[in-house]
């Protein structure tokens, strides 16, 4: 474990604004504390995950800081769409960067509109204020043709990094399949250049296993939630994968199956930590990146027990494996962008994938309701959120549509109409 001299020193090396940022940690802790720390009957290896954030900036990036000097290669992501598996193979690091703290915002806001959603102001403000570890130790961050915010913010942030942006297509045809394996094609090149290593099917192999082992680990964490009582809060499990997007991923797995099977264990007990006939909700929809559990917990607050995400911090992070049994390049590399196409983000167009995921979900995991979650701004999921209305009113599965972002201030509006919603289940 690094020192905390050791840490501050790497801030400095690194070239943080030190001022600045710790103005961000005097605010991290007390958040930390009030949402995730005071729950009650928390499974005790959560600890680790726990540790994990609280120390987001600290232990983690030192690894990071250390794997650079020894000549290591670090990928910057904004996205789910990026195959780890490559990057991975070729001995550099992923690192996620989709920020999710209201600090950043203004900082985004100094480049961006406002109207922009938070997600991307946050991601921005982090690199341009100097006070996110991650940004700074990239050596290049990789962007993707997703939404139309997204694209211009690439086109600003490559003023301070290398950038390379991955087209992704926009519809789900077998061309575009094909099209985003040429795609994952181009990075290879790009990611050989940078690390000096040579993709072959040997490493990719081994990166297809470990990647999928992180899923399983997942998967298997996110089945645990199908029990009543559920076992594991909904904001616990939303840590725990939030924190994949940054950890190393061999520890990640390890610690994420200690968890699972402290729940199987409670599970067995019948132990939860919501009552059994706590309203079952599904959040669906933009994606929640750390530290933002601001829904979760408003509904948790409230007396719901959130038991899946239908979103890029959830199911649609871990759902599909990619097919282990190709032994050529060529193969493989089919094989990942087929799975990687699977993945229903509404920036596809047609895009009832998703709505399918979402009944699908609601059965096998006894929801009583579905919380449809649009970050302000975001006219992906804003739109889409008029089709996944219609589907499941035509099943009379209860739906609750909000729209908010990063700031505290609609807190006490939004938890007047979560409770409404919960009373009325
Ligand atoms: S919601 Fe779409 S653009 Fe955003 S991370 Fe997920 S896949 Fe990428
Ligand atoms: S939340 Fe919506 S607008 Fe924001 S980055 Fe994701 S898809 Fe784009």
């Known amino acids: 474990m690094a020192t905390y001299q050791e840490i501050r020193q790497m801030w400095a090396d690194i070239g943080m604004d030190l001022e600045k940022h710790d103005e961000f940690l005097n605010s991290f802790p007390m958040v930390f504390k009030e949402i995730l720390l005071s729950q009650q009957n928390r499974p005790q290896k959560m600890?680790?995950?726990?540790?994990?954030?609280?120390?987001?900036?600290?232990?983690?990036?030192?690894?990071?800081?250390?794997?650079?000097?020894?000549?290591?290669?670090?990928?910057g992501t904004y996205?789910?769409?990026?195959?780890?598996?490559?990057?991975?193979?070729?001995?550099a690091v992923t690192t996620g960067l989709c920020g999710g703290d209201e600090f950043w915002v203004p900082g985004g806001e100094s480049v961006l509109p406002r109207n922009t959603c938070a997600l991307i102001k946050s991601s921005l403000g982090s690199r341009l204020d100097r006070t996110s570890p991650f940004?700074?130790?990239?050596?290049?961050?990789?962007?993707?043709?997703?939404c139309d915010g997204k694209k211009k913010a690439w086109e600003i942030l490559s003023q301070y990094k290398p950038m390379h942006i991955m087209d992704l297509p926009q519809m789900k045809r077998d061309q575009d399949v094909r099209r985003f394996a040429a795609e994952i094609w181009d990075l290879?090149?790009?990611?050989?250049?940078?690390?000096?290593?040579?993709?072959?099917?040997?490493?990719?192999?081994?990166s297809i296993r470990l990647i999928n082992d992180k899923r399983r680990a997942l998967q298997r964490l996110h089945s645990t939630r199908q029990a009543s009582p559920v076992p594991i809060s909904g904001k616990d499990a939303l840590t725990v994968?939030?924190?994949?997007?940054?950890?190393?991923?061999?520890?990640?797995?390890?610690?994420?199956?200690?968890?699972?099977?402290?729940?199987?264990?409670?599970?067995?007990?019948h132990e939860g930590v919501a009552p059994a006939d706590a309203p079952r909700i599904l959040v669906t929809g933009s994606p929640m990146a750390l530290p933002n559990w601001k829904v979760h917990h408003l509904v948790e607050s409230s007396g719901g027990a959130v038991v899946c995400e239908?979103?890029?911090?959830?199911?649609?992070?871990?759902?599909?494996?990619?097919?282990?049994?190709?032994?050529?390049?060529?193969?493989?590399?089919?094989?990942?962008?087929?799975?990687?196409?699977?993945?229903?983000?509404?920036?596809?167009?047609?895009n009832s994938g998703r709505v399918d995921d979402i009944i699908r979900?609601?059965?096998?995991?006894?929801?009583?309701?579905?919380?449809?979650?649009?970050?302000?701004f975001c006219g992906l999921y804003s739109i889409e959120s008029h089709l996944v209305k219609a589907a499941l009113q035509d099943r009379g599965i209860p739906f609750m549509h909000l729209e908010t972002d990063y700031s505290p201030a609609d807190s006490e509006q939004l938890q007047v109409r979560i409770q409404a919603f919960l009373e009325m289940l």
């Open 79 to 91: 996205c789910v769409y990026v195959p780890d598996e490559v990057l991975c193979a070729l001995g």
């Open 361 to 376: 979900l609601v059965q096998d995991y006894r929801v009583d309701g579905v919380i449809d979650y649009a970050l302000q």
């Open 241 to 269: 994968t939030q924190v994949a997007f940054y950890d190393d991923i061999q520890r990640f797995i390890d610690n994420t199956n200690v968890l699972c099977d402290e729940l199987e264990e409670r599970i067995a007990r």
């Open 188 to 206: 290879v090149k790009i990611a050989e250049d940078i690390t000096g290593n040579k993709l072959t099917a040997e490493n990719l192999s081994r």
């Open 135 to 146: 940004c700074q130790l990239a050596d290049m961050y990789i962007g993707e043709t997703t």
């Open 47 to 75: 600890n680790y995950f726990s540790n994990v954030v609280k120390t987001v900036h600290g232990q983690r990036p030192y690894e990071l800081y250390e794997f650079k000097q020894k000549g290591g290669k670090i990928f």
């Open 310 to 350: 239908e979103m890029c911090t959830g199911t649609r992070y871990f759902e599909n494996l990619v097919d282990e049994t190709p032994t050529d390049l060529d193969g493989q590399i089919l094989a990942i962008a087929s799975r990687y196409m699977k993945t229903n983000c509404a920036c596809f167009t047609t």
